[in-house]
């Protein structure tokens, strides 16, 4: 089980945590429409970038920094999936101007955080964690940050995607 903390306090991480390697876990989020979206409706080179809230500094910036970055990149789809309601996330996105990352909501079935371990016990929400899936659906890679208030390591990412290719 991965340890991570919130601002320096431990938290418990529940589900199955992802290894590179292994096929990514199917499972089912919620779109901004209310459309259900599992793993198998996706497809080619995936991130999936699990945050805390995409209504915070730190998620902010990160899901700002994807939306330029996967537009520079053909042929890869970056998801960001949180706890936020669907509508929310449909208000942020119009409100930042994002349009090249698909914000989904773990709220209703939580799926995604049981299937990739980003489950914080204390809080509710999701840790900070993002996986990177080639077109036959295995995790190239995987970063669970110790302390969800960090950005993640956005050029390691890239370069995996570009990998995963």
Same mark, same amino acid.
């Given at each position: 089980? =991965? ?9 418990? #991480? ?9 096929? #990514? ?13 599992? #793993? ?13 809230? %995409?209504?915070?500094?730190? &998620? ?11 537009? =520079? +990149?053909?042929?890869?789809? &970056? ?13 942020? &996105? ?25 489950? +914080?016990?204390?809080?509710?929400? #999701? ?20 302390? %969800? ?7 390691? +990412?890239?370069?995996?995607? =570009?990998?995963?290719?």
């Amino acid at each position: 089980m =991965k340890k991570v903390t919130f601002q320096g306090a431990p938290l418990t #991480l529940e589900g199955k945590t992802v290894k590179v390697g292994e096929k #990514l876990r199917d499972f089912v989020v919620v779109a901004n429409d209310l459309s259900e979206v599992s #793993l198998k409706d996706t497809n080619g080179v995936r991130v999936f970038l699990s945050v805390p809230s %995409i209504d915070t500094p730190v &998620c902010d910036m990160e899901v700002r920094k994807f939306n330029e970055e996967v537009s =520079k +990149i053909e042929g890869v789809t &970056c998801y960001t999936v949180s706890m936020d309601l669907p509508f929310a996330q449909g208000r942020w &996105c119009g409100a930042a101007g994002v349009e090249n990352v698909k914000t989904v909501s773990d709220y209703k079935e939580r799926s995604f955080g049981e299937n990739t371990g980003t489950y +914080i016990k204390e809080l509710g929400l #999701l840790t900070r964690a993002s996986f990177v899936v080639n077109s036959e659906g295995i995790v190239t890679f995987i970063e669970y940050l110790e302390e %969800i208030t960090n950005e993640p390591n956005y050029e390691e +990412i890239l370069k995996a995607v =570009k990998e995963a290719k």
